[in-house]
């Protein structure tokens, strides 16, 4: 499936082009009694303020595992104590871009 897809699925927001792949990502977790590999792509994407929303999402059974979308700031994300992200080194990962620019090639995630 085409990526400009998958970010409307995933947020609502339409995306007119490809844009750039930053971070991979392989996840094993377990649902419903089975484990599951998840494979992710990450993409750096530069868009206005829109209102984040799960709803396009065609896997019913994933609509339900979002507990909120929101907008943090680089500060509040850094600072986010005990909050859990996916990946879980998000708040040093955007520390990074915002110092150094994206990377010239895809980083493969370990955690």
Known sequence: MHSCVRFWEETGLTVS???RLI???THRFGRSGNCTEQH???YLVVAPRFQPTSAHNPEQSEVGIFREFRWWSATA???A???VFAPRSLPS???GILAKGP???PISLRD
């Open 93 to 95: 990962l955007v520390a």
């Open 23 to 25: 971070w991979q990502r």
């Open 17 to 19: 082009s490809t844009p």
């Open 81 to 83: 104590g005990n909050d």
């Open 77 to 79: 994300l850094g600072a």
């Open 40 to 42: 992710e792509d990450i």
């Open 103 to 105: 990377p010239p090639q």
